[in-house]
């Protein structure tokens, strides 16, 4: 179960991740490079009303709920760190927010008009990811919307070309980062939304992240 796969690591970044998104380590300046517009590209591309119901997962330590709350959607966080939800529920109170992962979802089947996700999906393995985009399939509503933005890379030679460029720059974590979590490649996400009945496409923001919009 991914429950508890990074509890302990996001229990301990906690207090330091948002010095970290703004840039503060230098190892992963580039994964969190245009983070504000990666963020706000997820609201938009959201494209809902005013109103909607939008289920954040992964929150963090709530940045991105903040934008969704000010595009003015009811927002259903999901956060499996202890850690990490008492710094998101320390800035926004009023935030509805939930013990939870991809895979244990607490809202019931159609109720969502949108999901949205930044910096979290590659937590999960490929398997996993499959049985999450289906399970989400289910939470939204006809013509709902799926949008994430995560670490992804083009393909093989891409992620092999990254993880040498960590090493040979000394970016001991990011080099561990980049072999043990599972980030996906772009035809293989491709095949996974297609497979759980999405309609999705990419668009690169970073020379990590990607963003992932998807139509049920
Ligand atoms: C890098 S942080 C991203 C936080 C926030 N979404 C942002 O963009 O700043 C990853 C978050 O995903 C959470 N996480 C880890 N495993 C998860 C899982 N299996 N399901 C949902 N969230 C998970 C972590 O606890 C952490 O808060």
Known sequence: MSRARFN?????????????????????????QGYGKILEGVV??????????VLEIGVGTGNLSRLLLEAGFHVVG?????????????KLPDLTLHEGDFLHIPVPD??????????????????????????LYKTVKPGGKLVFADTMFK?????????????ERGFRQLAEDLEREFYPLLDSMKQLFLETGWKVRFEQMNRYVWLMAADK
Do not use: C, I
């Open 8 to 32: 302990d690591l996001f229990d301990q970044w906690a207090d330091d991740y948002d010095r970290t998104v703004a840039g503060s380590n230098p190892e992963y300046q580039e994964v969190f």
């Open 44 to 53: 938009q591309e959201l494209s809902l009303p005013p109103g909607s119901y």
């Open 78 to 90: 999901v956060e499996p760190s202890k850690q990490m939800r008492a710094r998101a529920l320390g």
């Open 110 to 135: 159609g109720s969502m008009d949108g999901v949205a996700s930044t910096y979290a999906f590659h937590h999960l393995t490929d398997r996993e990811k499959k049985e999450a985009l289906a399970l």
């Open 155 to 167: 393909d093989e030679s891409v992620r092999h070309q990254m993880q040498k460029e960590a090493k």
